[in-house]
């Protein structure tokens, strides 16, 4: 009976799924940029100007459809998951993935135009795409834990993701190298596919979701006081994120591309490696949760990361090496706590039948915010390739550093106590020992 029970528990964590498919993910990231850059390599007549325009304007676009795409079913697979629970925000997006990322093989073996992976792009964000996954990761997590564990629950999703990121990252450069049938990359491709098979039949047919009572058979309260009290506390922290994740899209856009060219002029191992070298931060970040929330608040939590990650991208703007570029990395270790701990915060003022519609909500947000960061930083690039990856990852700092403002003033109404504070990761951190028993 007790081995019932613990069998069950272990079956109700998407910790194996957020990991089996960021393996998954870290792999097909690596395997599209070699492919779309040998394949252009292949027709600029060996100009790395040209390449670097033709990869930036490729990301540009397809970043942009598969941005776009999920706003048209993220929000209505939301509702839905409210209704008929949070399975189907896991397996329609994964059954995308694999669906999609299946046309990287057709057009690795039969040499297709890389213009084909915008139909990639459109299949997986039209089934949700990752707004929709991690709509359903987060729901399922937060109705999983309690108010006071859900910053630290949270916190261990983006660290699941990161050590996996980190894995498949490492790994990708030497799969890509590895031949079969005498081509580089075709190993790689099918060791993606693999993974994508392996997670979605884990989410379909293994893992045990939570019960809840679906939001479309709660009665709703006509005159409910709660959002109008929330709605300033939510706006703010909402808006931190949309401008911190505007700035790091941006920036990461043009780091993934300027690695490519003189002067670091990376190969598929090195850009494995540098891939890792981003994942590694999640780590660190939860790391930093689980020691400084002993003496720091959310809030000042929240103005770590930022400044972390604004202090790396400034350094970023002047790599001329690849050992600086890893200085670089160090200095961003914490850059990956803000998101998380907001997210928490916003959790924990909604119902958990509305989980499904309101991560949908944000996560549809967060899309349409990386479609404009993406196009903006990627045409700047491409007009100017010399001298853009200084002055735009300048940029990308300074937007970052902006969104301390939401933040201060956030602090600042909580310090007046015009509205009540919220619980924090403060609450999850002396949780951990009841979490190891």
């Known amino acids: 009976m007790v081995l019932g029970v613990d069998m069950n528990s272990l079956l109700s964590y998407v910790e194996p799924v957020v990991v089996v498919t960021n393996v998954a993910n870290s792999l097909f990231d690596t395997a599209l940029l070699m492919e779309v850059y040998d394949h252009l390599n292949g027709t600029a007549a060996g100009s790395s100007d040209l390449v670097q325009k033709e990869v930036a304007r490729f990301y540009m676009i397809y970043n942009m459809i598969y941005s776009l795409a999920p706003l048209l079913t993220t929000v209505l697979l939301g509702r839905w998951a409210d209704c008929q629970g949070q399975k189907v925000l896991l397996v329609v997006p994964l059954l995308g993935y694999l669906l999609g990322r299946l046309l990287l093989l057709f057009t690795h073996i039969f040499q297709l135009p890389v213009n084909v992976m915008f139909g990639s792009a459109v299949i997986n964000g039209l089934t949700g795409g990752f707004p929709a996954y991690w709509s359903g990761i987060n729901a399922i997590t937060a109705l999983r834990s309690g108010p006071a564990r859900r910053s630290l629950r949270l916190n261990i999703l983006e660290v699941a993701s990161g050590i996996a990121g980190f894995i498949g990252s490492v790994a990708s450069g030497h799969f890509f190298l590895m031949k079969v049938n005498n081509q580089h990359g ?110 720091l608040s959310d809030t000042s939590l929240v103005f770590t990361g930022i400044i972390s990650n604004t202090s790396g991208f400034i350094t970023m703007a002047f790599v001329r090496r690849s050992s600086v570029y890893f200085v670089a990395r160090s200095m961003m270790l914490f850059s990956c706590i803000p998101m998380p701990t907001i997210r928490a915060q916003l959790s924990k003022q909604m119902e958990g039948a509305s989980y499904g519609s309101i991560f949908a ?77």
């Open 361 to 437: 909500w944000l996560q549809s947000a967060i899309a349409l915010t990386d479609v404009i960061s993406t196009a903006m930083f990627n045409s700047l690039y491409a007009n100017s390739v010399q001298s853009a990856s200084n002055f735009l990852l300048l940029l990308a700092a300074a937007i970052c550093w902006s969104s301390t403002v939401p933040v201060v003033v956030y602090s600042w109404r909580e310090k007046r106590g015009t509205h009540s504070s919220i619980a924090g990761t403060d609450s999850g951190q002396r949780l951990i020992a009841e979490e190891l028993h």
């Open 186 to 295: 075709l190993l790689l491709i099918c060791l993606c596919l693999t993974l994508y098979l392996l997670s979605l039949l884990y989410s379909a047919f293994i893992l045990r979701y939570p019960s809840v009572q679906p939001q479309c058979q709660v009665p709703t309260e006509v005159n409910d006081p709660s959002p109008k009290r929330y709605s300033i506390q939510m706006a703010l922290l909402f808006v931190c994120y949309l401008l911190y994740d505007f700035g790091v899209t941006g920036g990461e856009n043009i780091i993934s591309i300027f690695v490519l060219k003189p002067p670091l002029s990376w190969d598929a191992v090195w850009v494995g490696y540098g891939k890792a070298a981003c994942y590694v931060m999640f780590l660190t970040s939860f790391l930093g949760v689980l020691i400084l929330s002993k003496w």
